[in-house]
């Protein structure tokens, strides 16, 4: 589990970084994104620009998923990876929180054709080849 979630990290972080480097995030805005922007600067000299209280919410909202994804608020038939569920599973999480979370955070939007058990078990094991990398 750790090492498929450690690898969706990486994979996440990598794509972040590559976004953050382009002229149409890192470049001038209209509107600025943030109190103290700077135009025209790396990936972590952005992060360093950000606001302590805007890096503590990125720090909270990342520890909510987190408790969320070990089973904090599933529903009864989840089980957890260690008492013998599915390593890497995230139960949805549309409709929680009030009502608010209108999109579950794997599969959105629904728009991929279903995949039979095979598929699924090799789709795993490239998820964990490629977070090997």
Known sequence: HAEIKH?????AGFLGFCAQSLPAVAGEHAVLPYR?????????EQWD???????????VF???????????GADGSYVHYTKGGMPGYYPP????????????LYKPFDI??????AQKTRGR????????L
């Open 7 to 11: 690898g969706r990290i990486a994979m």
């Open 112 to 117: 991929f054709p279903e995949q039979d058990e």
């Open 62 to 72: 990342v520890g909510m998923l987190e408790s969320y994804g070990e089973g904090a």
């Open 93 to 104: 999480i549309v409709g929680k929180g009030g009502g608010q979370i209108g999109l579950n």
């Open 125 to 132: 094991q490239v998820e964990i080849n490629n977070g090997r």
């Open 36 to 44: 103290g922007f700077v135009p025209d600067v790396t990936p972590q």
């Open 49 to 59: 620009n950000i606001p302590l209280i805007a890096k503590l919410q990125i720090l």
